[in-house]
């Protein structure tokens, strides 16, 4: 299993991406939320002259974000900087949305934008819609301002088969947030395939996990301050989900929802204020601060993070790569340096 690095964009990341190719991290990945990070494009730039090996990723635009024609310069100037390891990641734009008090954007719309980058990047005309309006564009320089050899990656953000099929259509590949259920990767696997196979598109393409990662010391508690640590942002994110979410809600425990409502209270909102993106979303993905471990129930633990000794991670990992993964993204938000560091030790 090979295994890549996941941050928010801020000064500084070009140094953590040269350290994280220099340990042997596979990629190296920015997200792509407005109001919320630094933007990824500008980061990724700095990541690109500082490394020479590792594969660079977006995780994930949107086309609620971007146009096609502006997404596909960007990621065309990045892979002038970086020919060949540029990797973009499409997504309906769930978080990027929602931290606007906006809605995602829908599946339709996904599936047009990434075959737009995918048509735009490699030098080929595709259509351009704006309003009532709509155009062939292609790109027009003559001096070689972005790479249009070198081939980009592009993965598309599945939680479900209708994605994944999407996927397959198209001859991406797939990306996840915290879904660690080998029979969840496997389903999103055969949807792939099948759509893959009816396109006439290879069946195989890269699928990433992005995870939070713990190595549990002998007698180490499994739900300690620690651990929280080290995973309580992605915990927290599928707090504000079942928020975002009601069917997600519904199906929580009666501890997990319990969890939720002292969210809402720590960030004095609520379910239904039309503004609740103003602090539902602070610090979105950010370490969890110390007032907030609370938040964070066994449960939780147990289905949004990987943690535990190194022969449970080892299985873990052994059965998430059989059901289809290939690369796991971990974000290190306690002491990203020394994390990295540490991480290392688990690559073969």
């Known amino acids: 299993m090979r295994i890549g690095i996941i941050m928010a964009a801020r000064p500084g990341l070009e140094f953590l991406a040269a350290r994280a190719e220099e340990l042997g991290f596979s990629s190296f990945w920015v997200y792509d939320t407005p109001l919320v990070h630094g933007d990824p494009f500008v980061g990724l730039a ?104 070198d081939p980009v990656e592009f993965v598309v953000a599945a939680f479900g088969p209708r994605v994944a099929a999407v996927a397959g259509r198209l001859g991406t590949g797939m990306i996840s947030f915290a879904l660690h259920a080998p029979e969840a990767w496997s ?78 209270h720590l960030r004095g909102t609520s379910a239904t204020d039309p503004n609740r993106h103003h602090t539902l979303y602070h610090n979105y993905l950010g370490r969890l601060s110390p007032g907030e471990r609370d938040l964070v129930v066994p449960s939780l633990v147990d289905r949004f993070g990987l943690v535990g000794t190194r022969d449970e991670l080892g299985e873990r990992i052994d059965a998430l790569e059989k059901s289809g993964v290939d690369e796991l993204l971990i974000q290190p938000v306690v002491n990203p340096e020394a994390d990295m560091a540490e991480l290392a030790r688990l690559l073969p």
């Not at 009601?246 to 969210?263: G, K, Q, T, Y």
């Open 46 to 149: 700095l990541c690109a002259k500082s490394t020479d090996r590792i594969r660079l990723g977006i995780g994930v635009t949107s086309p609620a974000l971007r146009s096609a024609p502006a997404a596909a310069a960007a990621l065309g100037s990045l892979n002038a900087l970086a020919p060949g390891r540029i990797i973009c990641g499409v997504g309906t734009g769930n978080t990027a949305r929602r931290t606007l008090g906006m809605r995602p954007a829908k599946t339709v719309e996904l599936a047009s934008f990434t075959a737009a980058l995918q048509d735009l990047t490699a030098g080929r005309e595709s259509d351009h819609h704006e309003g009532t309006r709509s155009s062939r564009v292609r790109f027009l320089h003559v001096d070689g301002y972005v790479d249009m050899e």
């Open 187 to 264: 389903a999103l696997g055969r949807a792939r395939r099948a759509a893959a196979q009816a396109a006439g598109n290879s069946e195989k393409a890269h699928s990433y996990l992005v995870s939070s990662l713990y190595v549990l010391a002998d007698g180490e508690d499994r739900y300690g301050d620690a651990v929280k640590d080290a995973m309580g942002h992605i915990a927290v994110t599928a707090l504000i989900l079942a928020v975002e979410n009601p069917a997600f809600r519904a199906a929580l425990s009666r501890e997990e929802a319990a969890a939720v409502d002292r969210l809402l």
